[in-house]
């Protein structure tokens, strides 16, 4: 099956500080992938939805300019939490949907923790 | 939202068949039914999806009824690597998913 990489695997920062996630297509173009955030004994939630070389849809309740979203490529997304807080902990996983769009292949996930 | 009902929990024996159901009564024609899972800390797995028909492949067949309203993910011979969360989607290919609480099906030595 297609492969989804995801960088960092997990990243603790001070509160205030601004974390990059990394979300890569290996083996095939995504024009569109997901970013999900998965609290503790709950299920995955739907963030947003990013087009590549478009601007990202946000779910209801999610900010825009808190969790930044960059889809510069057919290969790459990139998740930026700004000004991270300790709520802001949680595990973020994305998942990237191949050009016939039968489906969607998630990354491993990124382990955020703010302290 | 999402729009599938699926039992929290259930156990199967090694070496026999897990069946796992899934309720998605409001299904839309345009929508398939998606089978994932995950094992604990990582991403989802994608298991199989189908329109209409039965599928299968390496990992487990798809039953879908007639009407469409149910299906069961059946896993032919459960192993300890099995435990995991099963998550049903349904959703039209290409579209955003929308997660429910999934079925945590234990596989027993």
């Known amino acids: 099956g297609a492969v989804v990489s995801q960088h960092p695997s997990r990243v603790i920062c001070k509160s205030g500080t601004s974390v990059k996630i990394e979300c890569r297509s290996l083996d095939f173009q995504a024009t569109t992938m997901f970013w999900y955030r998965q609290f503790p004994k709950q299920s995955l939630m739907l963030m947003a939805t990013?087009?590549?070389?478009?601007?990202?849809?946000?779910e209801q309740g999610v900010e825009k300019d808190k969790f930044l979203i960059n889809h510069a490529s057919l290969t790459l997304s990139t998740l930026t939490v700004t000004s991270a807080h300790p709520e802001d902990s949680s595990f973020y996983i994305c998942?990237?949907?191949?050009?016939?769009?039968?489906?969607?292949?998630f990354g491993p996930g990124t382990r955020l923790l703010v302290l | 939202d999402a729009k599938t009902t699926q039992p929290p929990s259930m156990d199967c024996a090694e070496g026999r068949a897990a069946n796992l159901p899934c309720n998605h009564s409001t299904i839309s024609g345009n929508e398939y039914v998606y089978w994932y899972r995950q094992i604990h800390s990582q991403g989802p797995q994608y298991i199989i999806h189908?329109?209409?028909n039965n599928e299968t492949n390496e990992m487990a067949s798809l039953i879908i009824t007639e009407d469409r309203k149910s299906s069961t993910l059946i896993l032919p011979h459960a192993t300890l690597r099995d435990t995991a969360v099963y998550y049903c989607i349904v959703c039209p290919t290409g579209n955003q998913f929308y997660f429910g609480t999934g079925t945590s099906l234990t596989v027993i030595p």
């Open positions: 998942s990237a949907a191949d050009r016939g769009q039968k489906t969607q292949y």
């Open positions: 189908g329109l209409k």
């Open positions: 990013s087009n590549e070389g478009s601007k990202a849809t946000y």
